[in-house]
């Protein structure tokens, strides 16, 4: 079993999980602190192991836990940093909302996700599991998976610094909602036709490229500020447009390390790209409330009467350039 992977078959009422977890994951088992699980180490504490494991990977049906039928923990042949769970959980009859928690991850980032595909007949689902993303309900209805993935899309686009600080500087670029609405929709369309080629397999990208790519999205947008008073609003369209591109790319590389819903595809990626649609509508409206609360409070008065008035467009385009450069250099390894 690859590392950081499991598998779920569910047949009848038992649910069999198989799964390479991180060794950093468990306390007080790695006595040589070498980061593995010797023989002798999982001998030691071979209770201790499977009691964290029995309390931090739990599976449930409709919140009721399972009952665990076998649990067996073996250390990786090859020395490795991981260690193999098998369990086996009975239902009091066949789990339909089976339900997976686990805070079962490591001190490393490759450590901070676990990959597992779950098995019912021959219905399949993949899901990505996260610090953030701990748990997660299998064979879900359509409705179900569309709003699951709709709020995955707003919290992605919300916690995405990259991407809330590329619609920054587009928009602080000019006021209006002819121009809101102009680059919005630019974008939109953008990385609506990337996210949707690379989800359905028919445009392939690696991830080294796109995320410098990104960053360097962001000090073309911030330059452009900068040097131009001014733009066309059909030209700034087309840049936003080009740019918009890349970003589908990079919600696409996230949105697979999530996984795609396996009897929902087309469902997931709807709801995940409606998402993006309201967190970016979200934060055009926290911007708004946030220059208008500025005004009401007289805080554009008060700076101007103390010499430090400075255009908004102006600060939040340096900072943009700033980070946005950080970035590119750090995504290229520099």
């Given at each position: 079993?690859?590392?950081?992977?499991?598998?779920?078959?569910?047949?009848?009422?038992?649910?069999?999980?198989?799964?390479?977890?991180?060794?950093?994951?468990?306390?007080?088992?790695?006595?040589?602190?070498?980061?593995?699980?010797?023989?002798?180490?999982?001998?030691?504490?071979?209770?201790?192991?499977?009691?964290?494991?029995?309390?931090?990977?739990?599976?449930?049906?409709?919140?009721?836990?399972?009952?665990?039928?076998?649990?067996?923990?073996?250390?990786?042949?090859?020395?490795?940093?991981?260690?193999?769970?098998?369990?086996?959980?009975?239902?009091?009859?066949?789990?339909?909302?089976?339900?997976?928690?686990?805070?079962?991850?490591?001190?490393?980032?490759?450590?901070?996700?676990?990959?597992?595909?779950?098995?019912?007949?021959?219905?399949?689902?993949?899901?990505?599991?996260?610090?953030?993303?701990?748990?997660?309900?299998?064979?879900?209805?359509?409705?179900?998976?569309?709003?699951?993935?709709?709020?995955?899309?707003?919290?992605?686009?919300?916690?995405?610094?990259?991407?809330?600080?590329?619609?920054?500087?587009?928009?602080?670029?000019?006021?209006?909602?002819?121009?809101?609405?102009?680059?919005?929709?630019?974008?939109?369309?953008?990385?609506?036709?990337?996210?949707?080629?690379?989800?359905?397999?028919?445009?392939?990208?690696?991830?080294?490229?796109?995320?410098?790519?990104?960053?360097?999205?962001?000090?073309?947008?911030?330059?452009?500020?900068?040097?131009?008073?001014?733009?066309?609003?059909?030209?700034?369209?087309?840049?936003?447009?080009?740019?918009?591109?890349?970003?589908?790319?990079?919600?696409?590389?996230?949105?697979?390390?999530?996984?795609?819903?396996?009897?929902?595809?087309?469902?997931?990626?709807?709801?995940?790209?409606?998402?993006?649609?309201?967190?970016?509508?979200?934060?055009?409206?926290?911007?708004?409330?946030?220059?208008?609360?500025?005004?009401?409070?007289?805080?554009?008065?008060?700076?101007?009467?103390?010499?430090?008035?400075?255009?908004?467009?102006?600060?939040?385009?340096?900072?943009?350039?700033?980070?946005?450069?950080?970035?590119?250099l750090q995504r290229l390894g520099v």
């Amino acid at each position: 079993m690859p590392a950081q992977q499991g598998s779920i078959n569910l047949v009848d009422k038992d649910v069999f999980l198989v799964a390479a977890l991180p060794v950093s994951a468990l306390s007080g088992v790695d006595d040589d602190r070498d980061g593995r699980l010797s023989d002798t180490e999982l001998l030691a504490h071979t209770r201790s192991i499977k009691d964290q494991i029995a309390w931090r990977l739990r599976l449930l049906n409709d919140q009721a836990a399972g009952q665990l039928a076998f649990l067996q923990v073996m250390t990786d042949p090859d020395g490795a940093e991981h260690f193999v769970v098998l369990m086996k959980v009975s239902f009091a009859g066949a789990p339909e909302n089976l339900q997976i928690e686990t805070d079962l991850f490591g001190n490393s980032d490759k450590e901070r996700q676990l990959t597992l595909k779950a098995t019912r007949g021959a219905d399949t689902e993949a899901v990505v599991l996260t610090p953030l993303h701990a748990s997660h309900i299998f064979f879900r209805s359509p409705a179900q998976v569309l709003l699951n993935y709709l709020l995955l899309g707003v919290e992605h686009i919300l916690l995405g610094m990259d991407h809330l600080l590329f619609l920054l500087t587009i928009l602080v670029a000019a006021a209006g909602w002819r121009y809101w609405l102009g680059v919005l929709t630019s974008f939109t369309v953008a990385h609506s036709i990337t996210l949707t080629a690379s989800l359905m397999g028919w445009l392939q990208a690696p991830a080294a490229v796109v995320e410098p790519m990104i960053a360097a999205s962001i000090v073309l947008m911030a330059l452009l500020n900068l040097t131009q008073r001014s733009a066309a609003l059909h030209r700034r369209m087309a840049i936003v447009f080009a740019c918009g591109l890349l970003h589908g790319l990079g919600f696409a590389s996230a949105m697979m390390d999530m996984g795609l819903h396996g009897a929902y595809r087309v469902t997931s990626v709807v709801g995940f790209n409606l998402g993006i649609e309201l967190g970016q509508v979200l934060f055009l409206i926290a911007i708004l409330a946030l220059v208008r609360s500025m005004r009401l409070l007289g805080l554009n008065g008060l700076l101007q009467q103390m010499g430090l008035s400075v255009p908004l467009t102006k600060i939040a385009s340096v900072f943009a350039l700033c980070v946005g450069g950080f970035w590119f250099l750090q995504r290229l390894g520099v």
